[in-house]
């Protein structure tokens, strides 16, 4: 090994500018010769461990994906190889894909779509004039007319006119400047780039985020990341995961001994929890955020997922506005949605825009720059966009279809919500909250103390290991609440109201059998 | 208890309270971040753009968007194979249409059954659907000679970028003089400054031979190291072949020598080879890094660690839009690849039709099929094209007095050396301004034509650059290039 290192260090050396010659050739030859006469050694340590990689990747944590995920994915390749199991599917209700649980695209997005990906589909009469329009107004604000060139990195212009014209009818009226809109690589994107721009400081003035427990875990994942310090505030369980005003006053203080508490994340509708917030409490963090000097994160992707009657979905932006002056001119917020999900449920586009409000013309700049050195997000995804916020109107020829198909996701969702919640609640030992939106249940389970010392001994959660061997025995993936965080002392899952409605009547009896049995087995 | 916000109506008409978020509360790894490819002069571009429109008079009557190596927005053509595929894949109503060829038809049922629900709009698993990671190792097998590929060290990304990123986030680590340090070509394709900029790694630059046609020399790497550990702990090797800004491909022996320095030195290895298939000089070829390091055998086949990345943006496809993108890890520590998956998985998954897409590059149309002749012509078109235009901006350049241009041997740059009048680096250094920014300023200003300074990509101290696409149709590129070469005539003149 020496020799053969010798004749590399002092071929190194000796080389002259480009003799890549035959001495070079020789001597490589040479080298690799011993090299492939001593016997393969034990490998030397890799550049890249645990031990030398990046401390803060490591700590991140994103159970929608997380352990119980790879376990599920495991069974189901011992089901394909024939191995036999209490059951015959892998249920995955551990993550919000519409699509992948059945759900049909709407009609009129993919006909535009496929309009922009194959302009020649333009001539043919089997698509409707009204997706052709839109169609071409899209490729003709792309670079080249087509969706395959870079966009500008904010994203093109004329959708995020129309997302600002979006913005601006579901608020009432309330103003939108597409200068203020930014598109995104999924909403997930756009909170993750605003993160990052957020966070500062060391030590006890490093930044610190404040975060809804139970929550959805990009948030801890990318707070993780960046070295943030996680501030929690919890929702009120009792009270249907109601955010309380104190609580997120006493966060802030607490917080303040350790960091610097500079941001508010709001998910609403909630996710993992699915309530909806009131305007009241809406407008009670907008004037604690504008009291504490926080800059507001709205995480609003399921604004279109509202099923209870009694709830309705408001927007930050709108109720900032309605709030006069003081507070909308000062205020800074940025407002998240997406293509994932309301009733379209295009997650693989990974299309998601922010539109966000007094903020610094020069962290803009700032944020373009950022933004700019991924270049731009999928033009496929700023192009589904454009047609969630653009949809057909009523005397458009495509109308009654769209507005048919979104009606009946939409209705098929809230049936699943209120036949979810009600069985959960069926069930002694469980208790969920309504399911006032979002696309999940998140139940609360008791959990014996048998069960939770059973799950000590394999150093697990008490609810992780509870879902675990509800999967070993059913094939049903959900995801434990230490995922998302709760209270210390209770436990949760959430499942997602996903699978078509026959489907999920079967899941929620065999949760139900299974749960019974679980507590007979660790009374 | 809290005033009523009323209470403070006329600092609200000012708007002026201090804001949470500004420069100086921001963060400011992200505040040093630079990325020129879409920086100042581009802002600039863009608003004389939007004068023009507003009809103010001008020396021109358009911007030519020299500056972004984006093919179709220069009037390159998708390839019409690929577009079908995606179209089916995005209406599978289509599949019933006579208008399809059957090929296409296949091709995009076969991906749609590995989808969820079907559909393009479910979420992938994170690394990518496992056909897409199949079919890119097999055509990295056929690639490569034969050298086998497992799908499980492939991962499919939203464009090479986000893997390179991705990669990098890993790697960086301690702190003061045990940061992490990578090593990156100088010049470079600025995102690799940009990310260590905003992960606080430590930038340590190699500097390219220019004299001998942008040659990576060992020497020279070994030289960037030994200062580099006076200050932090390199761990990591950037590599770009076919290079961005330079257009050099890389020799075989060349390879082999990188490959022998970062296992010596115990450097991770990132090659980027986006441009694995622009590659136009005769006498040019291009030569994986991963071919390179098995057929190099033990211990580097079995041991050095390397990060390989590809992209649908380049090529013959120039489907930047779509974000498509793939990197094979070999020899990674089995525990940091779960890591990789990991961190992944908190963006869910790379963009679907990207990954679509992608696979149509990897599993184009075979010899028998209906698709294959089209596809043929219009790849070799537009390969031929470039070749051509390479060509061209080489010898329009050279023949320009006080310009040079290395060989475009391949890649989509011309990256050409500029020799300006003293006068006007004093005059760029009194307006504080990079003295190829300067003159890049002045030639958008009088022609429109936007192209990037060699300050943006990093250069030898007192030598000037600036990197030109050759994407603009061959006839509006020789326009261009004589424009050019007529603007820094009369700029030559007027700061002599």
Not at chain 1, 244 to 269: F, G, S, T, W
Not at chain 2, 466 to 493: D, G, N, V, W, Y
Request: glycine share 8%.
């Amino acid at each position: 090994m020496q020799r053969a290192a010798a004749l590399v260090r002092r071929r190194c050396c000796l080389r002259t500018p480009g003799s890549w010659g035959r001495s070079q050739s020789s001597a490589a030859a040479e080298a690799s010769a011993v090299l492939k006469v001593r016997p393969e050694r034990s490998p030397r340590e890799r550049i890249l461990t645990l031990e030398s990689m990046n401390p803060q990747v490591k700590a991140v944590e994103y159970a929608v994906r997380g352990p119980i995920v790879l376990k599920a994915g495991e069974i189901e390749l011992e089901l394909q190889r024939g191995i036999k199991k209490p059951f015959t599917e892998v249920i995955r209700a551990n993550i919000g894909d519409a699509q992948a649980m059945g759900q049909q695209p709407i009609t009129f997005l993919r006909q535009v779509m496929a309009l922009c990906t194959y302009p020649n589909l333009l001539d043919s009469p089997s698509f409707p004039e009204d997706a052709k329009k839109r169609a071409r107004r899209i490729l003709q604000a792309c670079g080249g007319n087509s969706l395959g060139s870079y966009s500008a990195s904010q994203g093109v212009n004329c959708i995020r006119e129309d997302v600002a014209t979006y913005i601006t009818r579901r608020d009432g009226g309330v103003p939108a400047d597409p200068d203020n809109i930014y598109l995104t690589t999924g909403a997930s994107d756009g909170i993750s780039t605003i993160l990052k721009i957020l966070v500062s400081g060391g030590g006890k003035s490093r930044t610190g985020v404040m975060i809804p427990i139970p929550q959805y875990p990009l948030y801890s994942a990318v707070i993780s990341e960046l070295d943030a310090i996680q501030v929690n505030y919890y929702l009120d369980e009792d009270n249907c995961w109601a955010l309380n005003v104190n609580e997120l006053r006493r966060a802030v203080q607490e917080a303040k001994n350790h960091c610097d508490p500079k941001v508010l994340c709001i998910i609403n509708p909630g996710n993992p929890t699915g309530q909806v917030q009131s305007r009241k409490c809406i407008e009670d963090v907008i004037h604690f955020a504008w009291e504490e000097k926080l800059f507001l994160l709205a995480d609003e992707v399921y604004q279109d997922n509202v099923y209870s009657p009694d709830c309705r979905f408001h927007s930050f932006k709108k109720v900032l506005y309605e709030m006069g002056p003081e507070y909308s001119s000062n205020v800074e917020l940025a407002s998240f949605h997406s293509t994932s999900k309301g009733y379209m449920g295009e997650c693989g586009y990974r299309g998601g825009y922010m539109e966000v409000i007094n903020l610094h013309p020069e962290i803009k700049g700032q944020l373009v720059k950022l933004l700019s050195v991924r270049l731009c997000p999928p033009v496929s995804g700023q192009a589904a966009m454009d047609i969630v916020v653009n949809p057909p109107v009523p005397g458009e020829e495509s109308f009654e279809q769209f507005s048919r198909e979104k009606e009946s996701v939409l209705g098929n969702l809230a049936k699943k919500a209120k036949l979810t919640e009600d069985l959960f609640n069926q069930v002694p030992g469980i208790h969920c909250n309504p399911l006032q939106g979002a696309m999940y249940a998140f139940p609360r389970i008791f959990i014996p103390t048998k069960a939770v010392e059973a799950a000590q001994a394999h150093k697990m959660a008490p609810d992780m290991f509870y879902c675990m061997k509800l999967l070993e025995e059913t094939g049903i993936c959900v995801v434990p609440g230490s995922g998302f965080g709760q209270s210390k002392g209770t436990y949760h899952f959430r499942m997602t109201i996903l699978p078509p409605v026959e489907k999920l009547k079967t899941v929620l009896q065999k949760v139900k059998d299974f749960h019974i049995k679980f507590l007979e087995k660790y009374a | 208890m809290a005033l009523k916000a009323g209470d403070q109506s006329q600092a609200a008409m000012n708007g002026l309270r201090d804001k949470v978020l500004t420069v100086d509360t921001m963060n400011q790894c992200v505040r040093r971040v630079e990325y020129a490819v879409r920086g100042p002069i581009v802002i600039r571009a863009l608003e004389l753009e939007q004068e023009l429109r507003q009809g103010v008079k001008k020396p021109f009557t358009e911007v030519i968007r020299a500056n972004i190596g984006d093919a179709q927005a220069m009037g390159q053509k998708p390839i019409t194979f690929m577009r079908q595929v995606l179209a089916l894949c995005v209406n599978p109503e289509l599949l019933s249409s006579p208008h399809f060829p059957e090929d296409a038809k296949r091709r995009a049922e076969r991906i749609l059954q590995a989808c969820g629900g079907h559909s393009l709009g479910a979420y992938s698993i994170s690394s990518g659907i496992q056909l897409i990671r199949e079919d890119v190792a097999r055509y990295i097998e056929r690639r490569d000679g034969g050298i086998p590929s497992d799908p499980t060290n492939i991962f499919l990304s939203t464009g090479a970028s986000d893997a390179i990123v991705t990669v990098l986030k890993l790697l960086v680590a301690g702190e003061g003089r045990t940061r992490t340090g990578v090593l990156i070509p100088i010049p470079q394709y600025p995102l690799y400054s940009a990310t260590i900029a905003e992960l606080d790694a430590a930038q340590v630059n190699y500097y390219l031979d220019e004299e001998r046609a942008w040659a990576l020399d060992v020497l020279e790497l070994g030289r960037a190291l030994r200062q580099a550990r006076e200050r932090c702990r390199p761990r990591a090797l950037c590599v770009i072949n076919p290079g961005n800004p330079t257009g050099q491909v890389q020799t075989r022996e060349c390879i082999e020598a990188v490959i022998r320095f970062a296992f010596e030195e115990r450097l991770f290895l990132l090659a980027d080879e986006v441009y694995q298939d622009n590659v136009y000089a005769e006498g040019s070829q291009f030569h994986s890094f991963k071919k390179v390091l098995t057929e190099m055998g033990p211990p580097y086949a079995t041991q050095q660690e390397l990060a390989s990345f590809h992209s649908t943006s380049k090529g013959y496809m120039g489907e930047c839009g779509f974000r498509g993108g793939y990197v094979e890890v070999v020899n990674m520590d089995p525990e940091v690849q779960q890591q990789l998956q990991k961190l992944m998985s908190v963006r869910l998954c790379p963009p679907v039709p990207g990954q679509a897409l992608l696979d149509t590059v990897v599993s184009p149309p075979a010899p028998s099929d209906p698709s294959f002749a089209q596809f043929q012509a219009e790849k070799q078109a537009v390969l031929a094209d470039l070749a051509a235009k390479a060509k061209l901006a080489e010898r329009i350049f050279n023949e320009t007095p006080g310009i040079c241009c290395n060989p475009v041997q391949g890649a989509m740059y011309s990256f050409p050396r500029v020799e300006l009048p003293q006068r006007a680096v004093q005059r760029a250094q009194e307006l504080g301004l990079a003295p190829d920014m300067f003159f890049c300023m002045r030639l958008l200003e009088e022609t429109g034509i936007c192209v990037v300074p060699g300050s943006g990509f990093g250069q030898r101290e007192g030598t000037y650059h600036f990197r030109m696409t050759i994407l603009p149709p061959m006839e509006k590129l020789r326009q261009l290039l004589e424009k050019l070469s007529q603007f820094h005539a009369r700029f030559t003149l007027e700061y002599s």
